[in-house]
C-alpha cells in the first residue's frame, strides 16, 4: 500500500501558504447551494470536511444546523472562527486530517465537502471516514471540480511544472460519478448527481493569474519555488486558463467553473 504521509505534510504545507480564504470566501455560493441540496435542516449534526474558513460549516450554522467543520490548517480554522463570531454563529472548529477523521461512527445526519476532500491523497481511505462518520440514513453532499472544468485545467497548468506523485489520483476524479461509484461502493446510494458551474470573476485573466499565485496555496507554493523567467510563464499559463472559459466581452473574467454537486442517502 502507497504510505502518504510525506505527501499529505507537503500538501499540508502547501495549504498553509499564500492566503487560501481569501479564495474560499469566493466561492460560498456553492457551499449554500450544497446545504440546500442535501436537504440540511434546523437541529442537524452537520459535518464539513477539510472545511477551510468554514464555507459548508458556516452555511449549515446560517440553517440553524449543529454545524462542525475540520480541516489539517490551524490557520484557516481560525479564520472560519473569525467569520462565525462575526457573524454570531455557532460553529465548532477542530483540527484534523480528513483521512481519520476524529469522531465516532456514525456521529453526523449529513457530512459535506465543498472541494475539500477530494485533495486527500489516499482517496479509497478519505472517502471511508467521510462514510463511517455519517449515520446510517444520513446524507452526504460533495461538490467536486470535473477534470475538464476550469479548476481541473488550472491542476493541468500546475502539473506541467510540478507533476504530481505517480502514486496519487487526480482529486478531480470525485468529480466524476463513476469515481464516486468506486469510492463508496453500496455504503452510498447517490439520490442527486448534478453538474454545475460556479463563475469565476475576476478583473482580468492576469488579475485572475495573480490571485491565485498570491493566495492559492498549491500555486503560491509552487510559485515561490521559481525563478523570474519561470514564474513569468507559469503566471502566463494561468491567465490562459479563464480566457478559454470567458464569455466577459469587457477584458474582465467571466468564466464558469464546472463542478459535480453529488447527494447521497448512507446505507
Ligand atoms: C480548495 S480548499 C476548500 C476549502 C473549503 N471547503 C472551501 O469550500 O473553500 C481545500 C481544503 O482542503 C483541506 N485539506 C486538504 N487535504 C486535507 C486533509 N487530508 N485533511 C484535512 N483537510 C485537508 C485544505 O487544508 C483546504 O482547506
Request: charged share 25%; proline share 5%.
Amino acid at each position: 500500500m502507497a504510505d502518504f504521509t510525506a505527501i499529505k505534510e507537503r500538501q499540508r504545507q502547501a495549504w498553509e501558504s499564500g492566503d487560501y480564504a481569501r479564495v474560499g470566501v469566493t466561492l460560498q455560493i456553492m457551499a449554500e447551494r450544497l446545504v440546500e441540496a442535501a436537504g440540511v435542516r434546523a437541529g442537524q449534526r452537520v459535518l464539513d470536511v477539510a472545511c477551510g474558513q468554514g464555507n459548508a460549516a458556516i452555511a449549515g450554522a446560517r440553517r440553524f444546523a449543529e454545524a462542525t467543520g475540520v480541516d489539517y490548517v490551524a490557520g484557516l480554522l481560525d479564520q472560519g472562527r473569525q467569520r462565525a463570531e462575526a457573524e454570531r454563529l455557532d460553529v465548532t472548529f477542530m483540527e484534523g486530517d480528513a483521512e481519520r477523521l476524529p469522531f465516532p461512527d456514525a456521529s453526523f445526519d449529513v457530512t459535506l465537502s465543498t472541494v475539500g476532500v477530494m485533495f486527500a491523497p489516499d482517496q479509497e481511505r478519505a472517502a471511508a471516514e467521510v462514510a463511517r462518520v455519517t449515520r446510517p440514513g444520513g446524507t452526504l453532499g460533495l461538490a467536486s471540480w470535473t477534470p475538464d472544468g476550469l479548476v481541473g485545467m488550472m491542476f493541468r497548468a500546475i502539473g506541467a511544472y510540478a507533476p504530481p506523485p505517480p502514486q496519487v489520483r487526480s482529486p478531480m476524479l470525485w468529480g466524476t460519478q463513476e469515481r464516486l461509484r468506486e469510492l463508496f461502493g453500496d455504503k452510498v446510494e447517490w439520490v442527486g448527481l448534478a453538474t454545475r458551474t460556479y463563475e469565476f470573476c475576476y478583473r482580468s485573466p492576469e488579475h485572475f493569474a495573480d490571485w491565485f499565485l498570491a493566495n492559492y496555496g498549491p500555486i503560491h507554493r509552487l510559485g515561490s519555488t521559481m525563478d523570474d523567467a519561470t514564474l513569468a510563464n507559469f503566471a502566463a499559463d494561468l491567465a490562459e486558463v479563464p480566457k478559454k472559459f470567458n464569455r466577459a466581452d469587457d477584458g474582465t473574467v467571466l468564466a464558469a467553473g464546472e463542478y459535480l454537486e453529488a447527494v447521497g442517502i448512507r446505507r
